[in-house]
């Protein structure tokens, strides 16, 4: 079975802090992970995916398969950056399992 | 190019109909997923259908079906509709599905009654 959990529901922080959004997972394979946001009165989209390594919008997520983690940062957080996180893992075939979801606020 | 297109926006039933979500993919795609969205359950997977034929499917009740044409677009059927049923239904698509991102819609929100 795989499971995904994001252990905190909200995370406020204010501008120009720095953000982590935690993940955890669990998954007997090798899996597959991806970061997707919700911008409000947006459609769900993705942020960023671990097997290409980039960094989107200045978040990174580095997946440590040690830890079962792929946690998501960026040093300074911006108002904009205000929205819902779902960490994903996609294990056998297409199929998505989501965390739970971290809402991130980010005030001025 | 035009995102994932999912239609209605909205929709309200009462207890006991049934419904169809229709779902046009990104002109491209052939992989077409669909997810139900609750507050209590998060999202979750219904079915991925690719080239028409049904290749995963998640733990939800036989009342969920669903199908996808030569054409790629897809649509979703819940028949004999429960309260529980209220939900956001997303769909996704994406290239192939197995090794490419998937694409979101902006959903369809069903409400029961």
């Known amino acids: 079975a795989q499971r995904v959990t994001q252990p905190e529901k909200l995370l406020s922080v204010f501008k120009g802090a720095p953000v982590e959004l935690k993940c955890n997972y669990s998954?007997?394979?090798?899996?597959?992970l991806f970061w997707y946001v919700q911008y409000s009165r947006q459609r769900l989209q993705l942020l960023l995916r671990?097997?290409s390594r980039e960094s989107i919008k200045g978040f990174t997520a580095d997946l440590n398969k040690g830890e079962t983690s792929f946690h998501l940062k960026k040093p300074f957080a911006q108002e904009e950056d205000s929205a819902m996180y779902y960490c994903?893992?996609?294990?056998?075939?297409?199929?998505?399992?989501f965390g739970g979801g971290t809402r991130l606020m980010v005030k001025p | 190019k035009a995102g994932v297109t999912q239609t209605p926006r909205y929709l309200i039933k009462t207890r006991g109909q049934q419904v169809t979500l229709s779902c046009s993919p990104i002109?491209?795609?052939?992989?077409v997923s669909w997810y139900q969205q609750t507050p209590g359950q998060g999202l979750q997977f219904l079915f991925e259908?690719?080239?028409?034929?049904?290749?995963n499917k998640g733990n939800f009740p036989g009342r969920f079906s669903g199908r996808q044409f030569s054409n790629s677009r897809s649509e979703m059927n819940v028949s004999t509709l429960e309260l529980g049923d209220s939900a956001l239904y997303l769909c996704?698509?994406?290239?192939?599905?197995?090794?490419?991102?998937?694409?979101f819609g902006n959903g369809t929100r069903l409400t029961v009654t």
């Open positions: 996704a698509s994406s290239l192939t599905g197995t090794d490419s991102p998937l694409h």
């Open positions: 998954y007997s394979g090798s899996p597959e």
């Open positions: 671990h097997i």
């Open positions: 994903a893992l996609r294990g056998a075939g297409n199929m998505l399992t």
């Open positions: 002109s491209g795609h052939r992989s």
């Open positions: 259908y690719f080239s028409e034929t049904q290749r």
